[in-house]
């Protein structure tokens, strides 16, 4: 037990050349938290000046490697690092069955351990729902700064359900909401461009949500069949495709943070809720 106030404060030490931290969560699986961390690592990293690391801690279902065509490796482009479990099997296909205590002193392996240099975005993939990673990484990452989370989510009641789960969850371990993106979002026809809901928002999607808690929308990102496409190419969307509708969903989201060098980082300056 007293190991953990002290690797707080290593991982504390560590993270002094980490300036930003953002986690990525999702009330739900599927909703698409992996593929958004990929492409909000992949649109911070268009500026080569900006060093950016995305860390998986998906325990049992990593695919952060594989939607970064890394599988095996653990570094894309100079500027851009990646860690995951994924890297540590022997084969994609090994489950990893791990029980909380395990997964907890993984994560603080590839906070305290992992050699992290300067990092100007540190972005945590996570896995659905709120469970020991969670615990374990807003624990860790206690005396460091979380700048706060992005929560992913489908514009489904289903989905959004779970979403207040999250932010629940986050107002009561303090983590600042930095905002949610609904992702899934419409389908642009890439024929005609007529916009269809094929998951129409029952009650109002995430707008009425984010309304309702007082929560900042990123975005909307609309749904594309070939996001998948180039995720199993492990590419980016926005490379593959820069003109649709998706990539500039992505791109205004990512550019929608605050760049200023000397200010403290939020989403949108001034809204960040707890
Ligand atoms: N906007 C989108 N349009 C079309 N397909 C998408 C979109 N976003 C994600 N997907 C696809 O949806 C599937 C699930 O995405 P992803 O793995 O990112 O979800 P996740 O929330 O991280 O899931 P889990 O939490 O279960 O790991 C993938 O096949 C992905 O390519």
């Known amino acids: 037990m ?5 690797a707080i404060e290593e991982i504390k030490e560590k993270m002094k050349t980490v300036k930003h931290k953002i986690l990525v969560l ?3 699986g599927g909703v698409g ?27 049992c279902g990593p695919s952060i490697p594989k939607i970064m065509g890394l599988e095996g490796e653990q570094f894309l482009e100079d500027n851009l690092g990646v860690m995951s479990v994924g890297f540590l099997l022997s084969s ?14 993984m994560i603080k392996q ?16 996570t896995p659905p729902g709120t469970s020991d990673e969670h ?21 489904q009641e289903v989905s959004l359900q779970d979403v207040r789960k999250e932010i629940s969850f986050c107002r009561k371990v303090r983590l600042p909401v930095l905002g949610v993106v609904e992702n899934m979002s419409g389908f642009v026809c890439p024929n ?15 707008e009425v949500m984010c309304q309702d808690l007082q929560i900042p929308l990123l975005g909307r ?36 943070k605050c760049v200023c060098e000397s200010c403290e980082f939020t989403w949108r300056r001034g809204q960040k809720v707890i």
């Open 26 to 28: 999702s009330g739900k």
């Open 92 to 105: 994609p296909d090994d489950a990893v069955i791990w029980r909380g205590p395990k997964k907890n002193g």
């Open 2 to 6: 007293e190991e953990v106030p002290h």
């Open 192 to 206: 005609c461009k007529k916009e269809s809901q094929i998951f129409p928002p029952t009650t109002g999607g995430a």
């Open 33 to 59: 938290k992996s593929t958004f961390s990929a492409h909000l690592a992949h649109g911070l990293a268009e500026d080569e000046n900006t060093q950016v690391a995305l860390l998986d801690i998906d325990i």
């Open 221 to 256: 990102v609309p749904l594309d069949p070939h996001i998948g496409k180039s995720c199993d190419k492990g590419q980016s969307f926005m490379i593959d495709a820069p003109d649709s509708p998706a990539t500039l969903a992505y791109r205004s989201i990512i550019q929608s």
């Open 110 to 125: 590839f906070l305290r351990d992992v050699d992290w240099g300067e990092v100007d975005y540190l972005i945590v993939d």
């Open 135 to 155: 615990l374990s990484v807003v624990q860790y990452l206690a005396a460091a700064r979380i700048d706060g989370a992005v929560i992913i989510t489908t514009p």
